[in-house]
Antibody, heavy 123, light 107 residues
Framework: QVQLVQSGGGVVQPGRSLRLSCEAS????????MHWVRQAPGKGLEWLVLISSDGTTKHYADSVKGRFTISRDNSRNTVFLQMNNMIIEDTAVYYC????????????????WGQGTLVTVSS | DIQMTQSPSSLSASVGDRVTITCRASQSITRSLNWYQQKPGQAPKPLIY???SLQSGVPPRFSGSGSGTDFTLTIRNVQPEDFATYYC?????????FGQGTKVDIK
């Protein structure tokens, strides 16, 4: 059974940085694209970023481009989200998620998801 | 970026009702459309992928249809455990996007 366990959330001041981690088990982690998604309090889901299986390709949402950086360490089965120059609007629950299929083309979706970690940006 | 517009934003239903939620993409996404269910305090759970394929373990009262820009999620004979928020999500482009969500509550 594939499981994603997240860590690294907490309270951070505006302008500061925070790094989230997401460790996978029960799968060959290095074969799958990974994503981060967030959800502000009482709001909907916002897709943030994906990283290819080998870590060479990354795509970001405009809302975080230039401030957030995704990376992965396949030897540790872990994907990271480095968040810099944080703003109040970054307050949210952050989820990592694995794509369901290894296929490069064709349908794909997010399954499973991590448990989510709350990040609060406040002075 | 591809925009996803979901409607309605909320609806009330009774147990046993049929519920329909629609999702429209700003450009054709062929059948690269997924549906998720989210309950308070929980991570989203996939229901439907590739517009109409049922995720393993999901009851058959859930179904999806559509292609191109217009998609529908239907719940037949709504059960108490189905009251939740539902999101569509496109996986066509290099950047994925979600719809705004539809909250289904008890009438």
């Amino acid at each position: 059974q594939v499981q994603l366990v997240q860590s690294g959330g907490g309270v951070v001041q505006p302008g500061r940085s925070l790094r989230l981690s997401c460790e996978a088990s029960g799968t060959v982690f290095s074969r799958y694209v990974m994503h981060w998604v967030r959800q502000a309090p009482g709001k909907g889901l916002e897709w943030l970023v994906l990283i290819s299986s080998d870590g060479t390709t990354k795509h970001y949402a405009d809302s975080v481009k230039g401030r957030f950086t995704i990376s992965r360490d396949n030897s540790r089965n872990t994907v990271f989200l480095q968040m810099n120059n944080m703003i109040i609007e970054d307050t949210a629950v952050y989820y990592c998620a694995k794509v369901a299929s290894r296929a490069v083309t064709g349908p794909n979706w997010l399954d499973p998801w991590g448990q989510g970690t709350l990040v609060t940006v406040s002075s | 970026d591809i925009q996803m517009t979901q409607s309605p934003s909320s609806l009330s239903a009774s147990v046993g009702d049929r519920v329909t939620i629609t999702c429209r993409a700003s450009q054709s996404i062929t059948r690269s459309l997924n549906w998720y269910q989210q309950k308070p305090g929980q991570a989203p759970k996939p229901l439907i992928y590739a517009a109409s394929s049922l995720q393993s373990g999901v009851p058959p009262r859930f179904s999806g249809s559509g292609s191109g820009t217009d998609f529908t999620l239907t719940i037949r004979n709504v059960q108490p455990e189905d009251f939740a928020t539902y999101y569509c999500q496109q996986s066509f482009g290099t950047s994925w996007t979600f719809g705004q969500g539809t909250k289904v509550d008890i009438k």
